[in-house]
T-cell receptor, first 114, second 108 residues
Framework: NAGVMQNPRHLVRRRGQEARLRCSPM?????VYWYRQLPEEGLKFMVY????????ESGMPKERFSAEFPKEGPSILRIQQVVRGDSAAYFC????????????FGPGTRLTVL | AQRVTQPEKLLSVFKGAPVELKCNYS??????LFWYVQYSRQRLQLLLR??SRESIKGFTADLNKGETSFHLKKPFAQEEDSAMYYC??????????FGKGTLLTVNP
């Protein structure tokens, strides 16, 4: 089992561009969580998705951020019109349906906004 | 509100010395506590969860509800223990709340 996969590992964008971060959960996991880690901070919950459903997006900024987990393919975290403050490490985690507290993490995507 | 405090940003010990990484939490419900570890250039890995009460790589952690603490301990540190350690709190839902982490350095 390859574990949770995220790509790209590093992403550089200029202000105003769009960033797309991808996450493939572990085999057999249908629940995906996105966390953001700002410099010198702990990971902070952003959104929780199941296949084709957003369950909880209470940690997502209201504007410019969106997430999806389609029936086929990876989960996508999309940030439109990026600003310097979006520079952070974005981690995806996945779990089995019955074990939401046992989350397995991907290696993260480090986004740098110039 | 859920909150996790790791008071030490950096902790440096010598090989063979005991190590304790502190974690305090704030939560009104029944907490579920975890320790995650991130070795250099690797992903975050679950090290311990309090409900399993097991020892992994020589590390143990006991949940103290009276002191709202979940400190991570190891009696004899090894160089390969050098890593970033995060304490995390889960409760009745799926949102894990992380502390800011403690960077442990074990010197030879």
């Amino acid at each position: 089992n390859a574990g949770v996969m995220q790509n790209p590992r590093h992403l550089v964008r200029r202000r105003g561009q769009e960033a797309r971060l991808r996450c493939s959960p572990m085999k057999g996991h249908s629940h995906v969580y996105w966390y953001r880690q700002l410099p010198e901070e702990g990971l902070k919950f952003m959104v929780y998705l199941q296949k084709e459903n957003i369950i909880d997006e209470s940690g997502m900024p209201k504007e410019r951020f969106s997430a999806e987990f389609p029936k086929e393919g990876p989960s996508i975290l999309r940030i439109q019109q990026v600003v310097r403050g979006d520079s952070a490490a974005y981690f995806c985690a996945s779990s089995e349906p019955s074990s939401y507290n046992e989350q397995f993490f991907g290696p993260g995507t480090r986004l740098t906004v110039l | 509100a859920q909150r996790v405090t790791q008071p030490e940003k950096l902790l440096s010990v010598f090989k063979g010395a005991p190590v304790e990484l502190k974690c305090n939490y704030s939560y009104s419900g029944s907490p579920e506590l975890f320790w995650y570890v991130q070795y250099s250039r690797q992903r975050l890995q679950l090290l311990l969860r309090h409900i399993s009460r097991e020892s992994i790589k020589g590390f143990t952690a006991d949940l103290n509800k009276g002191e709202t603490s979940f400190h991570l301990k190891k009696p004899f540190a090894q160089e390969e223990d050098s890593a970033m350690y995060y304490c995390a709190l889960g409760g009745s839902n799926y949102k894990l709340t992380f502390g800011k982490g403690t960077l442990l350095t074990v010197n030879p």
